[in-house]
């Protein structure tokens, strides 16, 4: 992904007068976007359907549920953190249940 227009559209948009929620929402639905696009290629190539969002960029519900939405309009299964949350905790809880197994 190439980050270097989407952040000179946004500079742009500061030095217009842009309101700041209109960037923010712009940025986000640009990444979802951009989110989207990947999973369907790496869908192409690899046959894969299911998709698992968490982490900390899905700590922001936004993102979330606009790339949950669309991934399922696509036919993909969206999983998502319930139980744990998407940040550290997450992250943490993940690497001793791999530990756990024996895979470290």
Do not use: W
């Not at 190539?45 to 960029?57: E, N």
């Amino acid at each position: 992904l190439e980050y270097g227009p989407m952040l000179a559209a946004v500079c742009g948009d500061l030095d217009r007068g842009r309101e700041k929620s209109l960037i923010a929402s712009a940025f986000m639905n640009t990444l979802t976007d951009a989110a989207l696009r990947i999973c369907l290629l790496i869908r192409k190539d690899s046959g894969l359907d299911r998709v698992c969002l968490s982490g900390g960029s899905f700590q922001n519900m936004y993102m979330l549920k606009r790339l949950a939405e669309a991934l399922e309009k696509e036919g993909f299964a969206v999983f998502t953190h319930s139980r744990v949350s998407a940040n550290d905790e997450g992250l943490a809880f993940g690497q001793l249940a791999i530990a756990a197994k024996g895979k470290i």
